[in-house]
């Protein structure tokens, strides 16, 4: 806890902002204050030595002392969620998780629904471009799905667009990643698009409970981490 304010501080430095518009806590899990991407166990601390909730009531001293105006968590489940809920303060304002048409998670959209928590759905197509020791052989690909294909030749969309506006009409926020202005413009476009409620049921019956970032570079069982306690169960 004592490292949060200091490193939002460095990061405000560096972006040579007074604030942020929002900060999170990344993963549910704690590094050692001098690791950048910890590799074994004994770069970490168990959640036994620093709890969630101690490091949630720091973050949210940054919102009470100006330096960010709202705070969250990403990679949580539901049961960490109820952790954080029971803490003096706030329920945290968004949960940013993986989500797209192969892992919708109806049960946490419902859960934030509920609670008042914004969810924002990272790598929402299917991220085919993330590092190559992330990728297991014959994974399915997303933006090639048939079902996605048929649709976006209806609509005159492209198969992104077509997956961005379902998450959109979801109620969740998505943010692809893009460094190429076309697609940049691609992406934007896709908040005008409008799918028929067929079309959406379609994609909704694409679920397979399939992560594309499952866990497995956090599993160091010495210090009480594994992929499987990492989201509590939760695959749906």
């Known amino acids: 806890p004592q490292h949060v304010q200091p490193a939002i501080e460095k990061t405000l430095d560096e972006l040579r902002l007074e604030y942020l518009d929002l900060y999170l806590i990344h993963w549910p899990l704690a590094f050692r204050p001098d690791v950048v991407y910890p590799e074994s166990p004994s770069e970490v601390f168990s959640l036994a030595e620093i709890p969630l909730e101690s490091t949630w009531q720091a973050v949210q001293k940054l919102q009470q002392r100006g330096l960010c105006r709202h705070v969250g968590?990403?990679?949580?489940?539901?049961?960490?969620?109820?952790?954080?809920?029971?803490?003096?303060?706030?329920?945290?304002?968004?949960?940013?998780?993986?989500?797209?048409?192969?892992?919708?998670?109806?049960?946490?959209?419902?859960?934030?629904?509920?609670?008042?928590i914004a969810l924002t759905g990272?790598?929402?197509?299917?991220?085919?471009?993330?590092?190559?020791?992330?990728?297991?052989?014959?994974?399915?690909?997303?933006?090639?799905?048939?079902?996605?294909?048929?649709?976006?030749?209806?609509?005159?969309?492209?198969?992104?667009?077509?997956?961005?506006?379902?998450?959109?009409?979801?109620?969740?926020?998505?943010?692809?990643?893009?460094?190429?202005?076309?697609?940049?413009?691609?992406?934007?476009?896709?908040?005008?698009?409008?799918?028929?409620?067929?079309?959406?049921?379609?994609?909704?019956?694409?679920?397979?409970?399939?992560?594309y970032f499952e866990g497995s570079f956090w599993n160091f069982p010495e210090a009480g981490y594994t992929k499987d306690n990492l989201w509590d169960g939760e695959s749906t």
Not at 82 to 87: C, F, G, I, N
Not at 97 to 109: A, I, N, S
Not at 181 to 207: H, V
Request: charged share 25%.
């Open 73 to 116: 968590v990403s990679n949580f489940s539901t049961k960490k969620l109820e952790q954080l809920r029971q803490v003096d303060g706030q329920t945290p304002e968004v949960n940013q998780v993986e989500l797209h048409p192969y892992l919708q998670q109806p049960k946490m959209l419902e859960y934030c629904r509920r609670e008042g």
């Open 122 to 211: 990272y790598a929402p197509l299917g991220s085919a471009n993330r590092p190559e020791h992330l990728r297991v052989a014959d994974e399915p690909l997303l933006l090639q799905d048939e079902t996605i294909l048929r649709i976006a030749e209806e609509v005159s969309a492209t198969p992104a667009q077509v997956i961005l506006q379902w998450g959109i009409a979801r109620g969740t926020a998505v943010i692809p990643k893009s460094v190429s202005p076309e697609r940049l413009k691609e992406n934007f476009e896709a908040i005008e698009l409008s799918l028929s409620a067929s079309s959406i049921e379609s994609i909704n019956q694409l679920n397979r409970q399939r992560r």
